[in-house]
């Protein structure tokens, strides 16, 4: 199949259905699937080749609607391709990338997110676990909480502290962490959706080669702040496709068929989005219990629709690099979603009343509403709560005052514990 980012849109689509029909099949393993799409560039299409076909905004989502309309498993997804990868493949050496991209962008590793900690969350840049030099390796010690996936990780990006006499932000390195060996104790939290999504993780001497370490010793704040900045553009961003396989060589689904993640499959959709096809979703509904024509819920749509409009607008020119820009696009991307999740909830209870508490898969919505409902409060909370969003709005996109807190070059060892660390 040719391909050129000069293409248009309905190009694209044609192509990528020309090729799905030479190359979907739901009988294959989801570990071939993925691996035909990373190689013709389809799983992450914006990347630059060669592992993607650089293509715009606009391209990528002809990519995902010809998945869509083939019925098509879409790409691997999960915290390796929405945070480790992009942030691998800026601060990577070339190895680093050559040998960890690859099978991210396949689906052969699940990444898990190793940054917040059960005294650091808002304040992550007071987190305690510590990494310690020994010889070609790092020991490291100490305890991370919701740990989304981290049971079935193969790696996750970590954040320690390799030189507590440096100043908070400044003695903290990254780490490519491989999750599977003796010292890392992963223990499940169940949530209120009741899935256990999240996880405590403990360490206790766990290691992790120095060829692993990510960027320079006691860079990490500055790389964990890109991670932080691809998740909170992520949270503006839908997925596409069909399916729910998760990858990785744990959780035991890249030797199924494609077909098993397919039954009674709709389109993937993300709790933590309100995409534009949410919408479309909520007019159905609303026609359905002939509530269109109420008022209040026609206000509600017309709401949603604007907020959802806006955020995708914003997030195309942000990505366009046309001038204009503010530089706390994220923060904002991340707010407007939060916002747009919280009003969208509303509608959904609004639109189906008493109905909108039953949940699984024989009620009106086959649980997809209620899943969106109990997971909302979330996204306000992971990648930097709004609270933190507006803090970083304020400061560097507005020029207030930096919040007032211990001097910035005082030993981190010198902090008094929790108060303020
Ligand atoms: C669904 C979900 C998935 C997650 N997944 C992961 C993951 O995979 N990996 C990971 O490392 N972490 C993960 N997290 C953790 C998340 O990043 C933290 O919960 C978040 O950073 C907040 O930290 P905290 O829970 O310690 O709350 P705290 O920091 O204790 O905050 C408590 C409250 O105080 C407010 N607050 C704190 N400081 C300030 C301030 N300076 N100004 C104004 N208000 C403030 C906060 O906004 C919040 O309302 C996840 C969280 C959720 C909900």
């Known amino acids: 199949m040719a391909s050129s980012a000069a293409q248009t849109a309905a190009v694209v689509q044609t192509e990528v259905e020309q090729w799905l029909d030479e190359n979907w099949d739901p009988a294959r393993s989801v570990r071939a699937w993925w691996a035909l799409l990373a190689g013709a560039g389809l799983s992450y299409p914006n990347l630059d080749p060669p592992f993607g076909r650089g293509y715009n905004r606009d391209q990528v989502a002809a990519v995902f609607a010809a998945l869509r309309a083939k019925g098509a498993m879409g790409p691997p997804g999960g915290l390796g391709t929405m945070l480790a990868m992009p942030t691998i493949l800026q601060y990577g050496t070339p190895e680093q990338i050559r040998e960890l991209v690859p099978k991210i962008l396949d689906g052969s590793h699940g990444w898990c997110q190793l940054f917040s900690e059960p005294g650091a969350g808002s304040d992550l840049a007071g987190l305690q676990t510590r990494a310690e030099r020994d010889g070609d390796e790092w020991v490291v010690t100490g305890q991370k909480v919701w740990t989304s996936t981290g049971q079935t990780a193969d790696y996750g990006i970590l954040i320690a502290r390799t030189d507590p006499a440096a100043p908070k932000h400044q003695g903290i390195t990254y780490f490519l962490f491989p999750m599977q060996q003796a010292g890392v104790d992963v223990r499940p939290l169940r949530e209120m959706t009741g899935h256990a999504v999240f996880n405590e993780v403990f360490l206790d001497g766990a290691r992790v080669h120095d060829s692993l370490r990510l960027g320079d010793l006691g860079t990490g704040w500055a790389v964990a702040n890109t991670t932080l900045g691809f998740e909170r553009a992520g949270i503006g961003d839908a997925s596409g496709g069909y399916g729910r396989a998760a990858p990785g060589t744990v959780a035991g689904h890249l030797d199924r068929a494609c077909a098993e993640f397919l039954k009674g499959a709709r389109p993937q959709v993300s709790q933590g989005h309100i995409s534009p096809g949410t919408v479309k979703r909520f007019i159905a509904m ?136």
């Open 286 to 421: 609303a026609k359905e219990r002939g509530l269109d024509q109420d008022p209040m819920v026609r206000q509600a749509i017309a709401d949603l629709h604007s907020r959802v409009s806006v955020i995708g607008w914003s997030a195309k020119r942000a990505k366009g690099g046309a001038g204009g820009r503010t530089g706390v696009e994220g923060p904002l991307a991340k707010i407007g979603m939060t916002e747009a999740l919280r009003r969208g909830r509303e509608l959904g209870c609004r639109i189906f009343g008493a109905d909108a508490q039953l949940w699984g898969p024989d009620t009106a919505t086959e649980g997809w509403l209620q899943e969106l409902i109990v997971f909302s409060p979330g996204p306000s909370i992971y990648g930097g709560t709004d609270e933190i969003q507006r803090n970083i709005i304020g400061e560097r996109g507005l020029g207030l005052p930096k919040e007032p807190g211990p001097a910035r070059d005082t030993p981190f060892r010198d902090l008094p514990a929790n108060a303020t660390r």
